[in-house]
């Protein structure tokens, strides 16, 4: 029998490779998404359902006949958890028995990093409901790191000197399908990092290889960070959040690297200049 998998945020990045991956294997695919013009269109037809994580009816719906779900977090806010947790519960109802959650390296009740502690609480509550279970702890995405650099050539922030392993969306994405299509990954933890840790001035270097412009690391204080992020007019929770991403790096908290995505997938991850050449478009706003 063909089991059902149900992708949630397949409109994203690693939500819709996930999907497109899955469906290239032949594998059933339920794609589960906010808005269905975003959603991406897949061989042998992929079923959509609009669903949100805090709807517990419309996520039900959308479950339904799946045995597996792949939760990748929703978008950070107040309330994230307890829309996980909608979402988790909906899915037991509808009859999944297995999730493989999208969390975060070092996710814990005091991480640095404020989002972190989310991922940490959806982690304690899906250990706690009927579900079997997979987590895949991703670092900070390679993309991500290309995007702390401002269109005036400069990556601001209180990291100091730490180091951050970050890790690309295809291979998340394809240790993801790994463990999704996979056996013996039961009550597995997963931390998927890329083959390094660099610093961030490290990563302005290889932007500025790449850009063919100066980029240049701005190590700021935490009083520099919140001050120099106010005009974006941003609540204080997302602003926190941004900070202290960068003070986990300078603590040490995303450094640690991590063999998982090679033994999921069988190669190498990516480091940031493959990614950087795999994708141009990640520093296009730094061309000169």
Not at 92 to 108: H, I, N, P, T, W
Request: aromatic share 8%; charged share 25%; net charge negative.
């Amino acid at each position: 029998m063909n089991t059902v998998i149900a992708v949630t945020g397949a409109s994203g990045q690693l939500g819709g490779r996930v999907a497109r991956r899955l469906a290239g294997r032949g594998t059933g695919v339920r794609l589960l998404g906010r808005d269905p013009e975003r959603l991406p269109e897949l061989a042998g037809g992929a079923k959509a359902r609009i669903a949100s994580y805090g709807d517990e009816d419309g996520m039900r719906r959308a479950c339904a006949g799946a045995r597996t779900l792949f939760l990748v977090s929703g978008h950070e806010d107040p309330g994230r958890v307890r829309e996980h947790q909608i979402a988790i519960d909906s899915a037991v109802a509808a009859g999944v028995d297995r999730v493989v959650y999208v969390s975060f390296l070092g996710a814990g009740p005091e991480s640095t990093f404020t989002f972190a502690r989310d991922h940490w609480y959806t982690e304690e509550y899906i250990r706690a409901s009927p579900l079997r279970y997979t987590f895949l702890r991703d670092s900070f995405y390679q993309s991500a790191i290309a995007g702390m650099a401002g269109a005036d050539g400069v990556i601001r922030g209180p990291a100091g000197a730490g180091r951050v392993s970050a890790v690309a969306h295809d291979d998340v994405a394809d240790a993801a399908v790994a463990v999704l299509l996979g056996e013996g990954h039961d009550s597995a933890v997963y931390d998927l990092t890329g083959p390094s840790a660099i610093t961030l001035a490290e990563a302005a270097e290889e932007l500025s290889r790449f850009a063919g412009r100066t980029v240049a690391y701005v190590p700021e204080s935490r009083a520099e960070a919140y001050e120099s992020r106010a005009s974006f007019g941003a609540p204080e929770w997302a602003v926190t959040g941004w900070v202290t991403s960068y003070e986990a790096i300078a603590a040490g908290e995303l450094a640690p690297v991590s063999d998982a995505v090679p033994r999921l997938t069988g190669r190498p991850a990516r480091s940031f200049p493959d990614f950087l050449r795999e994708h141009p478009e990640a520093y296009a706003h730094l061309r000169a």
